[in-house]
């Protein structure tokens, strides 16, 4: 049981989530705005035992050294590495505070944006048709670069629609390959897809000069990670060709410079937050809460 539990900012629990807060601590504070940076996050934390925080704002060094209660972290949003978080969880380690995250609670809604403006630019649905005529992904060369769960998911959606599914990731994986998934070496795999979707954790870049010419042109690019995938000099570059970028939020396309680029296609919405995934993620956080107090 905590003593204080603050969520520093929003952080997307639904109100059934909210009120079982209350069961993990004699206090709970609840923000409703983001904290306009290092010093008023420390006021909000002041002396609580337990934070919450979405992806929206940062837990650093400087703060936590500020706020010596501290035991506990919940980061209510995607955590798949120390090095991608926006909590330093390393120093969090080392001063034996527990942060936890979640994972895989966004990825069907991403699935379906993809699969919709996939099929919106083939078959010229609002727009001119991708190839002059409208076409089918049934046979598309779709390469998937980081086969994690929505890059699986990914291309388990294109194979259902009839498309030849290939992808590069850090190693090879068996049970892709049972699914009829070709592995190939990064480069090969660019040269080879007429439509690539990057599926990277945060803060991870692959694709660089060398990449985009092997990607070559008249080629569409999704990116459904939370940063770009590629260095931003390299990408502007190859959007001077004939070739197309999907990006759903401007996190994932890196610079509002490019929203009116016009071969680029960004919404500015994060597409995997929606009813059923707030669901998912108060499960999530929910759970963590109880395995740390159990």
Known sequence: ??????????????????????????????????????NEIIARIGDADAVLLSYTSQINRYILERCPNVRYIGMCCSLYSPESANVDIRYANERGITVTGIRDYGDEGVIEYVVSELVRCLHGFGQKPWEGIPREITGLKVGIVGLGKSGGMIADAMKFFGADIAYYARSEKKEAGAKGYRFMPLNELLTWSEVVCCCLNKNTVLLHEEEFKALGNRKILFNTGLSPAWDESSFTRWLEEDNLCFCDTLGALGSTALLTHPHVRCMQVSTGRTRQA????????LANLSEYNG
């Open 1 to 38: 049981m905590f003593q204080k539990l603050v969520a520093i900012e929003p952080v997307s629990l639904v109100l059934s989530a909210e009120k079982t807060l209350y069961s993990f601590a004699d206090e709970v504070v609840m923000y409703s705005d983001i904290p306009a940076g290092d």
């Open 278 to 285: 707030f669901d998912r993620l108060s499960e999530k956080v």
